[in-house]
């Protein structure tokens, strides 16, 4: 629902018609083989979510639309996930990757399941948002929370922030 850019930043997401190859001032440059994470569609989401968010904070009328087309944009990036990795987030088929059941793969399968949760509550508010819900109907403070401004942080990652700007 945004307009196609011509100019991309630094630590922002690309999203291209053609996977295989960009261009970076004036020349085509092609990409390295499918990056896309249980992780990165995680965080995508996530920035999908806030937006539509912010949207329907402003009371704009095309919100439901734009939480429509944003739907079926996640369900493609979930199959373009489930093609590149093997793993089902919405089904659960098989939302585990096989190998080595050691350690590292019990970290691995346990941040999937992390991941899915949120990316399950991810979708969950795009439908509310497609039907009407957004947060300009609640108070500030559940408007904050389903936004997740300030409200979803750890005591490690507070932790961190502290030793980092203190």
Known sequence: WEPPQTE???NTWVSC???NIITVDGAPTPL????????GVAELFR???????????????????KAAVTWDTMQRYLSDLKDATG????????????GWPGFKQRCINQEILHR??????YLDNVQ???QGHGAA????????KRIGIGTMIGKHAQRALAVKNG
Do not use: C, H
């Open 87 to 98: 793993i089902d987030i919405i089904r659960g088929t098989d939302t585990t990757v096989a």
């Open 128 to 130: 509310l948002l497609a």
């Open 116 to 121: 899915k949760f949120w990316i399950q509550s």
């Open 137 to 144: 109907n609640m108070s500030e403070w559940e408007a904050a």
């Open 32 to 39: 390295q083989g499918p990056t896309i994470t249980v992780k």
């Open 17 to 19: 018609y053609d996977a």
């Open 47 to 65: 920035g999908f979510v806030q937006e539509l968010e912010m949207i329907s904070l402003s009371k704009d009328a095309s919100v439901q639309q």
């Open 8 to 10: 991309v930043f630094a």
